[in-house]
């Protein structure tokens, strides 16, 4: 079953218990941390977590946009994250392995992310260690830009890779996901879309979260 992540970025921050509640038949809730520095722009961080963490059953999936994410991910555990998500960009090989290490030492799920320009074999170092692979199909940093759908080959690989060889991890896509580029997605084979201005600017949310799941 194809699973919708609807990405916060897109709520009311002054209404954000409202909502999530908005968004309560998605499978889980995707937190978009930024930290201005691993892309140009500032989000929401630990406290804000926390506080999601007290009105939400969702599972908590945390997009981490920061650079050395090593050296936050046990807290973004602590603060109620599910699944954590770190960059192939943001930090060397062995600290991608030590945060994923980290997560799991937590008894959370991990997850490594791929900016648009980095190919899909820099995933094969982690693809039996993770829970998920997110293909980010549009450039970090903003939610409402264009889909990219030339990140469709990238998906396609690895979820032959993933099929081979680690068949329960996951496949998420992040970045102008909407009605008309859900299909071109799922066919490609990925299982998570995240969501944010596609089902915050809905008029019937459940009805669109319905609706991506193609
Ligand atoms: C972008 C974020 C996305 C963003 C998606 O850096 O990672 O999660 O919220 O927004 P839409 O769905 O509007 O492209
Ligand atoms: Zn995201």
Redesign the pocket.
Known sequence: MIKIAP?I??ADFANLERDIRRVSTADYL?V?V?DGVF?P?ISIGLPVVESIRKVTDLPLDV?L?IVEPVRYVERFCDAGADLVTVHLEADTEANTHAAIAKIHARGKRAGVVLKPKTPAEAVLPFLEEVELILV?T????????K?MADQMGKVSQIRRWIDERNPACELEV?????PDTCRTCIDAGANVL??????YKAEDIPARIAQLRG
Do not use: W
């Open positions: 990405s970025l897109s995707h978009d930024m892309v722009n997009h946009m980010m549009v450039e970090p940093g903003f939610g409402g830009q889909f992040d970045g102008g996901v909407a995240v969501a944010g201005s596609a089902v």
